[in-house]
């Protein structure tokens, strides 16, 4: 079947639209006209396909279970210590604790005690061990030594919790050594 020719003019508009779209994104990109400066804010539509793409990744590459109860205390005692020891505290704060000054200039910090009602624990753990490009957020599962798994569902723990801890519980669960024999 031959299309008619307004079909085939139709076709050919879009395609010429399409061409001509991508060759102003990628010399608005690849020219340096978009900034990538981290006090300039980003157009409401770079905004909006960031999220998109960081929660359609994430869902897709949290795979992994929890290994057990994240409700026991003691690893969520483990993991308010980890959460302090590992610097969390300096880009997120923490029940009772202040975000570092510079925290501020990130794009931003999210706001934990909301993020970890919503997002499941397969998630959390995926962030904390693979980061989040361009946003600050790093992989703990490549620092030297890596952050073994187990302690980073021990940080998920205290992080599902986070939203119920005291000020006075923060502070002695994150200054407490476990104990060792």
């Known amino acids: 079947m031959i299309l008619p020719r307004m079909a085939v003019n139709f076709l050919a508009v879009i395609g010429l639209l399409t061409i001509l779209v991508g060759a102003a994104a990628a010399i608005f990109f690849f020219g340096g006209f978009f900034s990538v ?23 897709l590459h949290a795979t992994d279970q929890p290994p057990g109860s994240l409700d026991d205390a003691a690893l969520v005692h483990a993991g308010a210590r980890a959460f302090s020891e590992l610097g969390c505290t300096n880009c997120h704060g923490g029940p009772g604790v202040r975000p570092a000054k510079f925290s501020e200039g990130l794009n931003p910090a999210p706001n934990l005690k909301a993020v970890v009602k919503v997002l499941p624990p397969q998630q959390l753990f995926w ?45 002695t669960w994150s200054a407490t050594a476990p104990d060792k024999p």
Not at 40 to 45: A, F, K, V, Y
Not at 47 to 58: D, G, T
Not at 136 to 159: C, K, Y
């Open 127 to 171: 962030v904390v061990k693979h980061g989040i490009k361009m946003t600050g957020m790093p992989s703990f599962g490549v620092t030297t030594p890596p952050v073994p798994d187990q302690e980073i569902w021990a940080i998920v723990a205290f992080l599902k919790q986070l939203p119920s801890v005291s000020d006075a519980d923060f502070k």
């Open 37 to 59: 400066a981290a006090n300039d804010p980003d157009p409401n539509i770079v905004n909006w396909a960031i999220i998109h793409v960081r929660e359609a990744s994430i869902a």
